[in-house]
């Protein structure tokens, strides 16, 4: 490795299909934004893994399996990128709100500088990125 080059930063979490899953994930995924020098964007990022991590549960993740948050720092730790990995069809969609329901995503790209959705074998990957504020936009996300 290039000694100019910072190491990705790496942590994952694999957790089983239950409700407390989610305050367990938002823990996790805290800590390493604190750890990792992006607490100014900490609101956006617990908001977005407990979206993210509910929305894996609810509609990605086939009853006895489960799911896994990853969080990296890259761009030269410019960015913040969190994915939640899951064994489900489907493609994750922007919806319009409906009652009680459906903000997930709206609210994912809201807060995060950029979303998507990456295939995996099986299910998907839903990724977003948080850059510190001050510096020069990251490139593309991890897909």
Known sequence: MNETMQPSLLRERF??????????VREFAGAAAVDWGFG????DVLL????LAT????????PGRGYLV?????????????EVHD???????????CGESGRGLLLVEALADR?????????KVVWCVFSKP????????PM
């Open 15 to 24: 957790c089983r299909r239950e409700r407390r899953s989610v305050a367990a």
């Open 40 to 43: 100014v964007r900490l609101d």
């Open 48 to 51: 977005c893994v407990s979206e």
């Open 55 to 62: 929305n894996a549960l609810l509609h990605g993740v086939p």
């Open 70 to 82: 990853r969080l990296t720092v890259e761009e030269q730790g410019r960015a913040l990128v969190l």
């Open 87 to 97: 064994s489900g069809g489907g493609e994750p969609v922007v919806l319009e709100p």
């Open 115 to 123: 979303w998507g959705v990456g295939d995996r074998d099986p299910g």
């Open 134 to 141: 001050g510096l020069p936009e990251p490139g593309p996300g």
